[in-house]
């Protein structure tokens, strides 16, 4: 098993940027797919970005393509989350997750993650 506990969350003005991380203890780290996932009040919980054990593969939804990076340092057991360029619309709670099969893929529904964190809040000004 993993345990993941994310930090990094705040609040900053649109426009402005963050930085996310997802540290993991607990089974060996590049044996899970991570991914980032986010639910804003009233709405379901959305996957945003993945990386693959690797870093050989990675997923964006649209909405976050070309604001967010997603990337990983397997030696400090960390997935990263850079968000720049937001909205108010990324206000939402943040969840990274683990998928320890199928590594090279990233599953982009919450059933194919068993490993869930706490959540770190993000919430961006207008």
């Known amino acids: 098993q993993v345990q993941l506990v994310e930090s990094g969350g705040g609040l900053v003005q649109a426009g402005g940027s963050l930085r996310l991380s997802c540290a993991a203890s607990?089974?060996?780290?590049?044996?899970?797919?991570m991914g980032w996932f986010r639910q804003a009040p009233g709405k379901e919980r959305e996957l945003i970005t993945g990386?693959?054990?690797?870093?050989?593969?990675?997923y964006y939804v649209d909405s976050v393509k070309g604001r967010f990076t997603i990337s990983r340092d397997n030696a400090k057991n960390t997935v990263y989350l850079q968000m720049n360029s937001l909205k108010p619309e990324d206000t939402a709670l943040y969840y990274c997750?683990?998928?320890?099969?199928?590594?090279?893929?990233?599953?982009?529904?919450?059933?194919?993650?068993?490993?869930w964190g706490q959540g770190t809040q993000v919430t961006v000004s207008s």
């Open positions: 997750a683990a998928k320890d099969y199928d590594l090279t893929r990233v599953g982009t529904n919450m059933w194919e993650y068993d490993y």
């Open positions: 607990g089974r060996t780290f590049s044996s899970y797919v």
């Open positions: 990386i693959s054990w690797n870093g050989g593969a990675t």
